[in-house]
């Protein structure tokens, strides 16, 4: 599918790779990237693409269900999306991800709160839509 109006681009450059330096041109995002020790790495004190990216789809799911419960009139009294972005090996090359998203909808009745998930992921959520056949997402109620 093809956006109709982009309205809003964040923008943010990167320099010296996984060991380098990030900054948002806002000045918000401004530190440095430590590659994990369980890729090598000496991990430390540091931020990665795989938190960026699991910080991201949480935040933007949770956002996604919240749209769906105001449009379905339901109340969320409280909401949370905890995204596990794991990183390995793919076959023949290159490196992958897999996301695991866990959404807490307390109080909600389980097949309520499933509905919610299944609609933010299948119809508003612009990070599902984007690792759609690309990234094995698994999304589970908590």
């Known amino acids: 599918m093809h956006i109709s109006k982009i309205l809003y681009t964040a923008t943010s450059t990167a320099k010296g790779g996984r060991e380098g330096h990030v900054h948002s041109s806002d000045g918000v995002l401004d530190f440095d990237l430590k590659v994990p020790k369980e890729l090598g790495g000496p991990g430390g004190?540091?931020?990665?693409?795989?938190?960026?990216?699991?910080?991201?789809?949480?935040?933007?799911?949770?956002?996604a269900v919240r749209h769906v419960a105001r449009e379905?009139?339901?109340?969320?009294?409280?909401?949370?999306?905890?995204?596990?972005?794991?990183?390995?090996?793919?076959?023949?090359?290159?490196?992958?991800?897999?996301?695991?998203?866990?959404?807490?909808?307390?109080?909600?009745?389980?097949?309520?709160?499933?509905?919610?998930v299944d609609t933010a992921h299948r119809d508003?959520?612009?990070?599902?839509?984007?690792?759609?056949?690309?990234?094995?997402?698994?999304?589970?109620l908590v």
């Open 45 to 63: 004190h540091g931020s990665n693409p795989e938190q960026l990216f699991a910080a991201g789809y949480a935040a933007c799911f949770e956002g």
């Open 72 to 116: 379905k009139k339901i109340a969320l009294k409280e909401a949370s999306v905890t995204a596990h972005v794991g990183i390995g090996p793919r076959e023949p090359t290159g490196f992958g991800i897999a996301v695991k998203l866990e959404v807490s909808l307390p109080g909600l009745d389980r097949s309520v709160a499933q509905d919610l």
């Open 124 to 140: 508003i959520c612009p990070y599902s839509h984007a690792t759609r056949g690309n990234v094995d997402v698994q999304i589970g």
